[in-house]
Every structure is written in structure tokens, then in C-alpha cells.
């Protein structure tokens, strides 16, 4: 069992930055290709970024490349995910998932997640 806890999330004005966090407990995430995922309000579900087991590959959704970047210290067992440039519509509930196996193989749908974090909210206001 993984257990998955979001950190960093808050409110930030249009253009500005965050960093989330995700610490991972019970098991080594080397294993594991992690990713994150974002709700907003009313909406379903998205992928925003993915990473695999030893950083070497990442995949991200069109409307936030160039802007966001995953990366992972699977010694501190985290992933982290920078968001720069933040717009209005990034606000959402962002959730750190965790899928086993070692290579990307694109696309990282929530449907083949293994493990879920409970998330954390994003709000990008002035």
C-alpha cells in the first residue's frame, strides 16, 4: 500500500508560481510512474503531467507545457510539480497518482492509477 499527501497548494495571483508537493509512504515510489491530475469545479477529472521512474521521460497536457514541470527524488520518495506563469483556469484540486511500472507510455489515464492522493486546492485569483 502507498499512501500519497499533496502539499504547496493555496492561492496565488494570475502569473505567479507554486510548487506542490507529494510524499509518499509504505512503499518506495521507484517502482511507480507518478503523475498529476486536476479537477476543477464542476469539471471532470484531467492529466496534467507524468514522470517516469527515474526522470528520464515526462509527458504533460498541451494547456499547461511550457509552464509546468514534474519532477521526482525517489530518494526523498517525492514528486514535485512547478507551476509558473499561472492562470485563472489552473485552479482546480490537484491530485499526485501513482501507476506501477517503470516506463512513461503515454497516455497516463486516471483509469490505470494504482494509487491516489486526496488532493489539494489550487486557486489562481487576483
Known amino acids: 500500500q502507498v499512501q500519497l499527501v499533496e502539499s504547496g497548494g493555496g492561492l496565488v495571483q494570475p502569473g505567479g508560481s507554486l510548487r506542490l508537493s507529494c510524499a509518499a509512504s509504505g512503499r518506495t515510489l521507484s517502482p511507480y510512474v507518478m503523475g498529476w491530475f486536476r479537477q476543477a469545479p464542476g469539471k471532470e477529472r484531467d492529466f496534467v503531467a507524468a514522470i517516469n521512474w527515474n526522470g528520464g521521460s515526462t509527458d504533460y497536457a498541451g494547456s499547461v507545457k511550457g509552464r509546468f514541470t514534474i519532477s521526482r527524488d525517489n530518494a526523498k520518495n517525492t514528486v514535485y510539480l512547478q507551476m509558473n506563469s499561472l492562470k485563472p483556469e489552473d485552479t482546480a484540486v490537484y491530485s499526485c497518482?501513482?501507476?506501477?511500472?517503470?516506463?512513461?507510455?503515454?497516455?497516463?489515464?486516471?483509469?490505470?492509477?494504482?494509487?491516489w492522493g486526496k488532493g489539494i486546492l489550487v486557486t489562481v485569483s487576483s
Open positions: 497518482a501513482a501507476r506501477f511500472g517503470s516506463a512513461l507510455l503515454p497516455p497516463f489515464r486516471s483509469s490505470d492509477v494504482d494509487y
